[in-house]
């Protein structure tokens, strides 16, 4: 009996997946991955230029909150490639070029691209309130990036699509894998169907976040006001853009509690910090 075409497609899917998949060198886990990290980052890249030009950048020589977004960026890196070279892991950084932006909008949103391209919307500084708060809210998006959660969607969404990247066939270039990108990453994210995190890919960002804002010198503490006031703002009238992908349920507020004993391992308050 021949198998059906359906079926072949199912095979090759399976097959596909299986050359795909690769474990994370952050969290351990095998995770979808069809796209390589080089050509995440050299999309981002550019996405994030584009975004840039096409948005109002606050300087951080004329503004005190986009010399703080800056300030608490460099904390976060330095932790971050503190913790990745105690790991033995820093080849796994080689590609980042850290960039922190602060835009002019009233949306209540913050993103980070692959290769370390963060962008933080004026809008969200309400609600953070203090630079630990931010701290939390950029570990947290940063994680998401450096566990490749993007390709892992991304990988998932071509998949379901039938875009495929058989035998390591480069897919940059396919209007329909840039549409892809638009669609899991921030700045295009308004436009078609948003793909939430799951919750196994919260976790991770919320675990991994906390632990790079206490090395970064803020109290990751300041995580469970913070979804509290988030949560407070999904029951108004205009729910904060962030929540379109981040859900404020309870039960993060208690595995926020979870985690901290872990997290307050690595902090050390900074002298400067508020
Ligand atoms: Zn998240």
Not at 83 to 103: C, I
Not at 241 to 264: G, N, W, Y
Request: with cysteine; glycine share 8%; hydrophobic share 40%.
């Amino acid at each position: 009996m021949k198998p059906s075409v359906k079926k072949i497609g199912i095979i090759a899917a399976f097959s596909m997946m299986a050359a795909a998949c690769s474990q994370n060198a952050i969290t351990g886990r095998s995770q979808l991955a069809l796209l390589s990290e080089t050509e995440l980052q050299t999309m981002a890249a550019t996405e994030y230029r584009q975004f840039l030009n096409e948005n109002k950048v606050v300087s951080a020589n004329a503004s005190k909150d986009a010399e703080m977004v800056r300030r608490v960026g460099q904390r976060l890196t330095a932790a971050i490639n503190e913790y990745y070279s105690g790991k033995g892991l820093g080849k796994e950084l080689e590609g980042y070029k850290w960039e922190y932006n602060l835009v002019d909008s009233r949306e209540v949103n913050a993103w980070a691209m692959p290769g370390g391209k963060i962008v933080v919307y004026s809008g969200l500084l309400p609600v953070t309130q203090n630079e630990a708060a931010l701290a939390v809210v950029l570990g947290h998006e940063i994680t998401h990036a450096l566990a490749h959660h993007g390709n892992e969607r991304m990988s998932q969404a071509m998949l379901a699509q039938g875009i495929g990247a058989v035998g390591g066939v480069l897919t940059s270039g396919n209007p329909k894998v840039s549409a892809i990108f638009n669609n899991v990453y921030g700045p295009g994210a308004q436009v078609g169907v948003l793909l939430p995190n799951s919750r196994k890919q919260e976790l991770e960002a919320d675990r991994y976040g906390l632990i790079f804002t206490a090395l970064a010198g803020y109290n990751p503490q300041e995580a469970v006001p913070l979804w509290e006031r988030m949560k407070q703002m999904s029951q108004g009238q205009s729910p904060p853009e962030f929540l379109s992908t981040h859900p404020s349920e309870d039960t993060r507020i208690q595995k926020l509690q979870d985690l901290m004993p872990e997290a307050l391992k690595y902090y050390k308050p900074l002298q400067s910090s508020k």
